[in-house]
Structure formats: structure tokens, C-alpha cells
């Protein structure tokens, strides 16, 4: 193993039996055997070191994401993926704190692709024509509430760590992103300009059509976004 990985391993293990979360980067040194200068030649500073220990923290839960199998239903993906999210969150609370918190002043990649992962499964469910938002919001929605209720939970005692809680403040989340199923949809629920224009522009995205030129297809999906993201016309529906 070079230095480079021993440091990370010796301060992803620090970290994760630290009381107070922090860890200092002579312990971290001297757990990899190593001198501490060579922690600053090879990171540059403590804040790119943690976020490569983020990083390295997140690799096996994003690997989990990566080679999950797409199910028939994205939108039982998607509460599959919250309670993953509040799941982790619990089992590595250090590593989700440093995750979540202002600093450090480098953002972890891990942040980055854990937004792909979930932008993707929307996207999915947008083209099955039950998003109500659009896709790049509602990325943005369900991760702050996610994190929300996590963070929430991991502020309270061990024992009072009600898992019930994320489910229910997910179900509330997902009520306000989601169009009802075909099931249980009324006729005052019938397709909104924004609606339609959510689902199809993530059908086209996912197949663009030939026909059109790169730059018809970016007008298209310009005007498709500015109508999903129009409230004002929100109890429009559409008709023949």
C-alpha cells in the first residue's frame, strides 16, 4: 500500500472512532507511519486530506448505488435509495457529519456523484410521467430533506433514534414531488402544462430525436424546463 492510501485508512479509522469527530493530522501520521510533512506534500492541506477520506468513506456505499439493479418501479428505487441515504448516515455518523457540514472548503467528489445517482432514478421517474417538478430540482428537494432527517436523527441519543421518523417525513417529501399513480389519481388530478412538460422532456433526453438538429434540441429542452419549472400555470391541464 503506498502512503497516499495508508493515510487515508489511518484517518477514515481515526475518524470513525473519534468521540468528537475531529482528528489531528499528527495522529494520523504516526497511525500510518509516516512523517507528517508527507501528509502536506501528498494532500496539500487538512481539508483536501478529509475530503479524500470522504471520498474514500462514501466509495463502497456509492459502489452499492452503482450496481443496483433498476427495478420495474422508479419510484420504489427512489424510496429504496432515501432509506439507504438515513441508513448510512446512522451506521457512519463522523463520516456523514464531515460530509454534510459547511467545511471543508473542498466539496468531495462523492457529493457530486451521489447527486448523478439520484438525478438519474428522477429521470427515470419523470419518463414514467410521475415526477411533478423538474428532475434537477427535485434532486435538490429530496437530498436537502434527506439530509435533514438524518442529521435530525443523529442529533438525538442512540435510543431515540425513531427510523420512522425519515420514513414519514420521506412519504410527506415524496407527496410533493410525485404525481399520484394512475390508481389513485381523480379526474381534478388529470395532467398539468408542467407535468407533461416535466415527463417529456425527460423522454427526450433519454432518446433525442434524430430529426432535429443539436440546436433545436436545445430550444426544445429549454422550453420544456421553463414550462416545468411555471407554476403560474400549474392548473392548466392539457387537453385535445
Known amino acids: 500500500m503506498d502512503n497516499r492510501s495508508k493515510i487515508i485508512e489511518a484517518a477514515a479509522e481515526l ?21 507528517q510533512p508527507v501528509i502536506y506534500r501528498l494532500f496539500g492541506d487538512k481539508d483536501r486530506l478529509l475530503a479524500a477520506v470522504v471520498d474514500h468513506g462514501f466509495e463502497q456505499y456509492l459502489g452499492a448505488k452503482r450496481a443496483a439493479e433498476e427495478s420495474a418501479d422508479p419510484v420504489a428505487d427512489l424510496r429504496r435509495g432515501w432509506d439507504q441515504h438515513t441508513q448510512f448516515a446512522l451506521e457512519h455518523p463522523n463520516l456523514y457529519h464531515l460530509m454534510t457540514a459547511p467545511g471543508p472548503t473542498v466539496a468531495p467528489r462523492a457529493i457530486g456523484e451521489m447527486r448523478t445517482l439520484l438525478r438519474g432514478v428522477l429521470e427515470r421517474v419523470a419518463q414514467a410521467g410521475r415526477l411533478a417538478v423538474e428532475p434537477g ?26 427510523i420512522g421518523l425519515s420514513r414519514q417525513v420521506r412519504e410527506i417529501v415524496l407527496a410533493g414531488v410525485l404525481t399520484p399513480g394512475p390508481a389513485h389519481r381523480t379526474p381534478a388530478e388529470s395532467v398539468t402544462v408542467p407535468r407533461a412538460a416535466t415527463t417529456l422532456a425527460a423522454l427526450l433526453r433519454s432518446d433525442p430525436p434524430e430529426s432535429f438538429t443539436a440546436a433545436e434540441r436545445a430550444l426544445l429542452a429549454e422550453w420544456l424546463t421553463r414550462l416545468a419549472q411555471d407554476t403560474t400555470t400549474s392548473q392548466d391541464t392539457v387537453t385535445s
Open 15 to 35: 475518524l470513525e472512532a473519534s468521540p468528537t469527530g475531529q482528528v489531528a493530522t499528527r495522529s494520523v501520521a504516526e497511525k500510518a507511519g509516516v512523517q
Open 137 to 162: 430540482r427535485a434532486v435538490e428537494i429530496v437530498m436537502s430533506a434527506n439530509t435533514g432527517v438524518a442529521l435530525a436523527l443523529l442529533a438525538r441519543p442512540d435510543e431515540q433514534r425513531d
